[in-house]
């Protein structure tokens, strides 16, 4: 008889992580479906078959770069480890925030950076201090942002057309009307059947995901309830002040892969606080970064960057929710509602600086009217 | 992983449903086990071994005598649980899993008693005279920890309730549930007598509302008692931790005992304990302890002298089912352990449970909060372990490393099955190896 020696305790409540990873691959997999399905509907079979062979593209590079990495410069066991690394969900998050008529080349090459220096060189899963396709997004939008493969049919995205035509304000409830009509309303934004970053236009579906991960305890509902919800009210205060209806917080939460980053990357548990109170501020931090991004940024989208941005203050985060949890909770909510309140000012600030000068723009521009209407009279 | 999660925004759960397999020995026979040739009674008390042995080689004695005393800041006399001859003192191991001394006496079988004191009754006796019997009789709190109880009762002020745990939330465990089941009488004066002791108004009995039949005999029971109240409360592990349990039932949070808030809290075996010590003036010298776990032929609770080893008794229950196995004194979850199975039933062990040896795979660490979510003092056992890999003392303080109770509820969750609880065990060792910062807070 042997007795074994064990630290206690010898119990386990029998949850892995591989199941956890499962489960997320899953629901990636629903979205990616729908994905499949949205392109064959609009756009015909050539993109459906682009999008499987970016979808591939990503995976096998995230798979081999990790085999790479564990036989030439770790030097262990390589299948084992590209198994307890989770390469693959890196992969498919990647892809799912390109636009579809992306080519194959920079999809290899931001996957590669996302998996060596977005996760391998913190000391692979788990260590990582950014979201790594998020690092690698960030990448390929920042080399890569013109490069097409031939042959793709897309149309403009909703964030586009909004950040390119409107710079993201549309006070005119009959332009904002025949501007929605184009994707079949808010309504047809939720279904999903338009352009946009793959896996972000299904927001219904991305939604049941997240509803579904958080009830097996896949991900923290909190993350995503506080970062939506967040949206919807900065987005709405700035929207009121230009006097937009509220289409308008609505439309911010169903395009520009608000939901598919509040569910599959805010959420991802390496780089986000480990506290709930750190979540709840993390993400209401993450939710006025995105608006901000998009209203007063030069880029069109703020999902991506204001999650990369937050990744980096978790540690200060962190550092301010140490100590014994139920000990700290007015502390918590006092930095809660703080975050809130400015994060409320400052749209609030932000959207009467805007009034201001749309309206100096529109004196300019009835000036010069006037100064032409003059002209013509004198003439 | 779901089961008792509660929806607050800024902590977890702190506590989680945890399978029990109680039903392994919760309806089977209790088996009676005699003494062998000889018994060993540990001359230890908690992690004192400052103890002065009153017998000497070669004496005589009876069951229930005096042969120890535990002689530092707390007093806590040792009995012997057979008749016989004094034959020296042997170095063995201890469920503490290190070696310690045993007093070996040699069993005539006879089992003569001779109980240094009268029965006493708690009617007519005085506060003063009850805390010196209990101290006398060498009470110790049963749930495992063995911590003297007269000390909580001794000179107590401002309490107002009186809290007998009897929740019984490791895994595998029912020596609770059996010895309630079989006394619930003596659980009742045990109760009123304690309530006496440290004049609480009110006196509550918990159970897991899981036991539905032990709540209905215990309620049945309490009909005509005044001021004795049955709560049943949740199925969850920690909540026979006192913390947790003060929580469930007054809804108060403390900072180091119970009595700041004006409660106590006693296990429903002590109680027991002591009502059999006040009914017939005998001392703790046998226990009901569980033999439990897949690795046992015949899992059962028994009914067994004090100092009988642990070999012998799971021997005589039908020995093991495998070759390798963990052998466990007490639960899975907070029990050590032990490399040999020489240890012996001493007087606050209540179980051994016996696991199937089953090797795991550890993946990184996803930093995914559980952790945190259920942990009953509020800690982040994931942070503690990062802090402690860099040595960082001064965050191991601000993470309160030291609030740690060692429950095992991080290891038990965790996904990766990384042993977070004895990654906090060592981040304990590095911070008070530390040395301490002049001026700086405790």
Same mark, same amino acid.
């Given at each position: 008889?042997?007795?074994?020696f064990?630290?206690? +305790?010898? !119990? ?12 997320l ?8 479906a729908?994905s499949?399905v949205n ?20 995976? &096998? ?24 690394? #989770? ?10 925030? @390109? +636009? ?8 290899? %090459? ?11 060189? #913190? ?19 920042? !080399? ?11 149309s403009?995205?909703?964030?586009s ?8 304000? %549309?006070?005119?409830?009959?332009? &904002? ?46 993350? +995503? ?14 929207? &009121? ?10 439309f ?9 980053g ?35 940024g ?6 991506? !960057?204001?999650?990369?941005? @937050?990744?980096?203050?978790? +540690? ?6 140490s ?7 007015k502390?918590?909510?006092?930095i ?19 009034k ?24 | ?8 925004l800024?902590t ?7 399978? =029990?397999?109680?039903?392994?020995? *919760?309806?089977t $026979? ?16 908690? *992690?004192?071994v400052?103890v002065?042995?009153?017998?000497n080689?070669?004496d ?8 120890a005393?535990? *002689? ?66 060498g009470?110790?709190?049963c ?12 000179g ?29 009488d ?22 897991? $509302? ?24 949740p ?19 403390? $900072? ?38 897949? /690795? ?16 012998d008794?799971?021997a ?6 495998? $070759? ?6 007490g ?10 199975d ?28 559980r ?6 003092? =509020? ?5 503690? *372990? ?43 060792a590095?911070?008070? /190896? ?7 807070k405790?």
């Amino acid at each position: 008889m042997k007795f074994v020696f064990n630290p206690s +305790p010898n !119990y386990h409540s029998g949850s892995s992580t591989r199941e956890i990873m499962n489960e997320l691959s899953c629901g990636l997999l629903a979205v990616f479906a729908f994905s499949v399905v949205n392109q064959a509907v609009q756009h015909g079979i050539g993109n459906v078959i682009h999008l499987c062979v970016m979808m591939a593209a990503g995976v &096998a590079t995230a798979i081999l770069t990790e085999l790479a990495w564990a036989k030439w410069v770790l030097k262990t066991e390589p299948v084992a480890y590209v198994k307890s690394s #989770f390469g693959w969900i890196t992969a498919i998050i990647l892809v799912m925030m @390109m +636009p579809i008529n992306m080519s194959i080349y920079p999809v290899i %090459v931001g996957t590669i950076f996302a998996i060596v220096i977005g996760k391998l060189v #913190f000391g692979g899963f788990g260590s990582n201090i950014f979201n790594p396709a998020a690092a690698g997004c960030a990448v390929i939008f920042s !080399y890569f942002s013109t490069s097409r493969a031939a042959d793709i049919v897309t149309s403009a995205t909703p964030t586009s057309l909004i950040s390119g035509s409107f710079g993201w304000v %549309v006070s005119d409830p009959a332009v &904002a009307n025949q501007f929605l009509s184009q994707f079949g309303g808010l309504g047809g934004l939720a279904v999903g059947f338009y352009d946009g970053s793959i896996g972000e236009t299904c927001a219904l579906l991305l939604l049941v995901v997240g509803v579904v991960l958080s009830v097996v305890d896949c991900i923290d509902w909190r993350i +995503p309830t506080f970062y939506l919800g967040a949206i919807f009210v900065f987005s709405w205060i700035y929207g &009121a002040v230009l006097g937009m209806g509220m289409w308008y917080p609505v439309f911010h939460l169903l395009t520009g892969g608000a939901v598919f980053g509040a569910v599959f990357m805010l959420t991802d548990p390496v780089t986000n606080p480990t506290t709930f109170a750190g979540k709840v501020v993390f993400s209401i931090g993450a939710a006025l970064l995105t608006v901000l991004i998009r209203v007063r940024g030069s880029l069109p989208e703020g999902v991506l !960057y204001s999650i990369l941005l @937050m990744n980096m203050l978790v +540690p200060w985060i962190e550092r301010v929710c140490s100590g014994i949890q139920y000990k700290d909770i007015k502390k918590y909510t006092l930095i809660t509602v703080v975050t809130f309140l400015a994060g409320c000012a400052l749209m609030f600030g932000v959207g009467i600086a805007k009034k201001n000068q749309l309206a100096e723009t529109a004196v300019t521009a009835n000036n010069n009217i006037a100064v032409v209407e003059t002209m013509t009279v004198t003439e | 992983m779901k089961g008792d999660k509660i929806m607050s925004l800024f902590t977890g759960a702190m506590r989680l449903h945890v399978d =029990g397999r109680k039903d392994l020995t *919760n309806h089977t $026979e209790l088996v009676k086990i005699a003494a062998g040739k000889k018994v060993y009674i540990p001359l230890v008390n908690m *992690n004192s071994v400052k103890v002065d042995v009153l017998v000497n080689e070669g004496d005589h004695v009876y069951v229930g005598q005096k042969i120890a005393v535990r *002689n530092d800041h707390f007093t806590v006399p040792l009995f012997s649980s057979v008749s016989g001859t004094v034959a020296g003192k042997e170095k063995r191991m201890h469920s503490c899993c290190k070696l310690m001394e045993h007093l070996v006496i040699e069993n005539d079988g006879l089992y003569e008693k001779k109980f240094d004191m009268e029965p006493l009754d708690p009617e007519t006796a005085t506060v003063d005279e009850l805390v010196t019997f209990m101290t006398n009789m060498g009470l110790v709190g049963c749930g495992g920890a063995g911590f003297p109880t007269y000390v909580k009762y001794k000179g107590v002020k401002g309490i107002h309730t009186l809290i007998i745990n009897g929740v019984e939330c490791e895994p595998y465990i029912t020596a609770d549930y059996r010895a309630i089941e079989l006394h619930t009488d003596l659980l009742i004066k045990g109760t009123k007598t304690m309530k006496k002791m440290c004049g609480a108004t009110k006196a509550v009995i918990a159970i897991k $509302e899981s036991k539905k039949e032990l709540i209905e005999q215990v309620q049945n029971a309490l009909k005509d008692v005044e001021g004795v109240e049955l709560c049943a409360v949740p199925d969850v592990y920690p909540m026979g931790w006192e913390r947790t349990l003060v929580y469930q039932v007054c809804n108060v949070r403390y $900072e180091k005992l119970p009595s700041e808030v004006g409660i106590v809290v006693d296990n429903a075996t002590t109680a027991i304990a002591f009502a059999k010590c006040l009914t017939t003036g005998e001392p703790i010298v046998d226990k009901y302890v569980t033999f439990s776990g897949e /690795a046992l032929n015949h899992p059962a609770n028994v009914l067994v002298p004090v100092g009988v080893p642990v070999g012998d008794i799971i021997a005589e229950l039908g020995g093991f089912n495998t $070759e390798e196995c963990y052998l466990i004194a007490g639960g899975p979850m907070m029990g050590r352990t032990i490399p040999m199975d020489k240890f012996v039933v001493h007087p606050y062990m209540n179980a051994v449970t016996v696991l199937k040896y089953e090797p795991t795979e550890t993946l990184g660490c996803l930093r995914c909060g559980r952790c945190v979510d259920y942990c009953p003092s =509020g800690l982040q056992p994931v942070r503690i *372990n990062t802090a402690n890999k860099i040595k960082d003392v001064d965050m191991l303080e601000q993470l309160s490393v030291m609030s740690c109770i060692e429950c095992g509820m991080c290891t038990y969750v965790c996904p990766s099955h990384i042993q977070v609880t004895e990654g906090i065990r060592k981040a304990k060792a590095t911070f008070m /190896a530390a040395p301490k910062k002049k001026g700086g807070k405790k």
